[in-house]
């Protein structure tokens, strides 16, 4: 029997494998960035000094394919900032060093240095880039990151794929900023409230569409702290991607991202073109413990069918009805994870430390940053790498087992709302409590959704709590963060230690990113300490600052001890006080001369 040339060629692609075939068409792309500093004036309110790539800002959209490698040429040309990038969503599963988080995987890069990263990317979807070095990315130092999927299952559905973003903005640059939040002077810890709102990084973004095309919309919140409502009047999204994972369709006429999600769906253009649409994206108030009266909390965008015609002014809306993503079901189908390997809580709260600032707590602990980076404790401490004890008292540290459920409940004693990310995954999101629920309580009867819905950052109601569930398939160190960037610098942070001793087998740490540490004079081996010969000595290890004395604990009274002592004691001794951190004779003597005054009950 012979075969014809053709069936030869039908039979030789059905035998090869499908990796095989895709890496044929996979690309190596090169990006060399430059990051400087540029000024901009997005809102129209403000010039500022921004973080820019390559001497422009906003920042380039990158859109890849699935399957690509990625090389990123870092070179931090900032002159007065170290610095770092990480890809929010992206699994680096095998490139775990990738990942970005100083002290985490990486040491920080100083000025005039530079880094590569250098990574596969096997996922499809929305995602985005920014700095993950203290405090940076709202300053300019965040985009978006595409990863285009020729096999994207909705794909004849729609004409044209765009994406843009939304974010909050502030007119003051962050390192001034934090200082004043991480305060005595701010004990209740709130929040620097943003400026404006950006749609596209402008107040003025406009997108030409056509009558009765569909287009695939992918938007991501890349601020720093608001949640943000977003709407398109006349017209209804179809969403079809949460955080990189596709779902059923499902309709929606308004939804919700919080800092760091995403949200693709698909909008059809009407058939009549006189007339532009305004697309509306409005801060979420509830965050602010102050709204100033000049905030204008909202920014609009139009769908411009006709440029000739007028853009149209948003109407209001009378409440806010977003869309709930916990009824979203994932496009594969993968079904719950019915039970748990481990399980663990993580229990949020803010409190204030001996300083007198205001810091945020998982089980009593303020997350402080390693001495070693927590990757590299890892790869240097051997079999102690699988006790979370080397890891230091102040990481917040899980050891996980290869292939293990695993189920994190997350519990809020604070009546704010906190969007969580979890780097290295995505997960099911198993319960959700609504606001005031309080504690998860795990020996009640759950009905957990059959088919969950995933996604990599997701958000806690005000006094309430969530439970997530993943398989723990990805060895690295991934932290698990609240993303608003205030939160994560007073330590809201986890640290998961993914099957440590395989990582130790299979992850070479490039010589560039060593050369880094030398260069930031930081710690590459021993324990959280630094510690190479015992590794269960954690003398030295950073801590966070001491707790207040016992009785002293009410952020109320701190406030009180300091507007009294500013008013009897004078500006000269608030000087004095803000060059140093309280110690407990001074908070002492402040407590008894306010008992004195009869100041407090
Ligand atoms: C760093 O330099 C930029 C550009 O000169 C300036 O705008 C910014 O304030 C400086 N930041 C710090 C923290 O010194
Ligand atoms: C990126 O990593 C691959 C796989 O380890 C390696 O072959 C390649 O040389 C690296 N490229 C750069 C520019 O570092
Ligand atoms: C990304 O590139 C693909 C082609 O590779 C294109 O079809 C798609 O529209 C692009 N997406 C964006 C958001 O630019
Ligand atoms: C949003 O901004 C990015 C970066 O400037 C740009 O590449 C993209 O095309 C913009 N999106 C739309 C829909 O215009
Ligand atoms: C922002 O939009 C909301 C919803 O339409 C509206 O209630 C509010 O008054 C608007 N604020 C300003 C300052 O326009
Ligand atoms: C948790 O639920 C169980 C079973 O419903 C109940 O008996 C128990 O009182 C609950 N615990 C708390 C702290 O609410
Ligand atoms: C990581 O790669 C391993 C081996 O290919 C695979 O089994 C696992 O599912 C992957 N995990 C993630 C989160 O991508
Ligand atoms: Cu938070």
């Not at 930031?520 to 207040?548: E, F, I």
Request: charged share 15%; glycine share 8%.
């Amino acid at each position: 029997m012979a075969l014809s040339l053709s069936n030869f060629l039908v039979c030789l692609l059905t035998l090869l494998p499908k990796g095989l075939l895709h890496s044929v068409d996979a690309a190596t792309v090169t990006h060399d960035f430059n990051v400087g500093w540029v000024r901009a004036n997005p809102d129209g309110m403000a010039e500022r000094p921004v973080i820019g790539i390559n001497g422009q800002w906003p920042l380039p959209l990158l859109n890849f394919t699935k399957g690509d490698r990625v090389i990123v040429n870092l070179h931090n040309q900032l002159g007065n900032q170290s610095t770092s990038a990480h890809f929010h969503g992206l699994y680096q599963n095998g490139t775990n060093d990738m990942d970005g988080p100083v002290g985490v995987t990486q040491c920080n890069i100083p000025p005039g240095h530079s880094m590569t990263y250098n990574f596969t990317v096997d996922q499809h979807g929305t995602y985005w880039y920014h700095s993950h070095t203290r405090g940076q990315y709202p300053d300019g130092w965040r985009g978006q990151f595409i990863v285009h999927d020729p096999e994207n299952p909705y794909r004849g559905q729609f004409d044209e794929e765009v994406a843009f973003t939304v974010s909050d903005w502030y007119h003051d640059e962050m390192p001034g900023l934090l200082a004043g939040f991480i305060n005595y002077k701010n004990p209740t810890g709130a929040e620097p409230v943003p400026k404006s709102a950006l749609m596209n990084d402008t107040t003025d973004f406009t997108m030409a569409v056509e009558p009765g095309k569909t287009y695939f919309f992918r938007l991501t919140n890349i601020g720093a702290f608001a949640g943000q409502y977003f709407w398109i009047e006349g017209h209804t999204m179809k969403i079809i991607e949460v955080d990189g994972v596709y779902t059923e369709p499902a309709e929606a006429d308004m939804i919700y991202l919080t800092a760091a999600q995403r949200y693709s769906f698909l909008v059809t253009a009407k058939d009549d073109s006189s007339s532009n649409f305004a697309m509306v994206s409005s801060m979420d108030e509830d965050l602010f413990d102050v709204v100033p009266p000049e905030l204008n909390p909202n920014v609009t965008g139009w769908l411009m069918y006709d440029a000739s015609a007028p853009k149209p002014t948003a109407k209001f809306v009378d409440a806010f009805r977003p869309f709930d993503d916990f009824s979203l079901q994932p496009e594969d189908g993968l079904e719950l994870f019915d039970h748990a390997d481990y399980s663990f809580n993580l229990d949020l709260k803010m409190d204030n430390l001996g300083d007198g600032a205001n810091y945020a707590f998982f089980n009593d602990i303020t997350y402080t940053t390693p001495v070693v980076p927590t990757l590299y404790s890892v790869l240097t401490t051997g079999d102690k790498a699988d006790d979370p004890t080397v890891y230091g008292a102040y990481t917040n540290s899980h050891v996980l087992k290869k292939n293990d459920i695993i189920e994190l409940i997350l519990n809020s004693n604070d009546p704010g709302k906190h969007p969580f990310h979890l780097h290295g995954h995505n997960f099911q999101l198993v319960h959700r409590g609504a606001a005031g629920a309080g504690f998860y309580n795990a020996s009640r009867e759950h009905s957990f959704p059959a088919t969950p819905m995933r996604r990599d950052t997701v958000m806690v109601n005000p006094n309430s709590n969530f439970v997530i569930r993943f398989r723990a398939d990805n060895p690295g160190v991934w932290l698990f963060h609240c993303h608003i960037n205030w939160h994560l610098d007073t330590g809201l942070a986890a640290t998961m230690i993914e099957i440590p001793l395989e990582l130790q087998k299979t992850l070479s740490v490039p010589e560039d990113h060593l050369d880094v540490c030398r260069a930031s004079r930081t710690h590459t081996s021993g324990n959280a300490a630094g510690n190479t010969v015992d590794l269960l000595d954690l003398n030295g290890q950073n801590t966070s600052p001491a707790p207040l004395p016992a009785g002293f604990t009410a952020r109320g009274i701190v406030a009180l001890v300091f507007s009294c002592l500013s008013a009897f004691l004078g500006i000269g001794m608030i000087a004095w006080y803000g060059s140093a951190p309280l110690g407990a004779a001074e908070l002492e003597s402040a407590k008894r001369f306010i008992a004195k005054a009869g100041g407090t009950k």
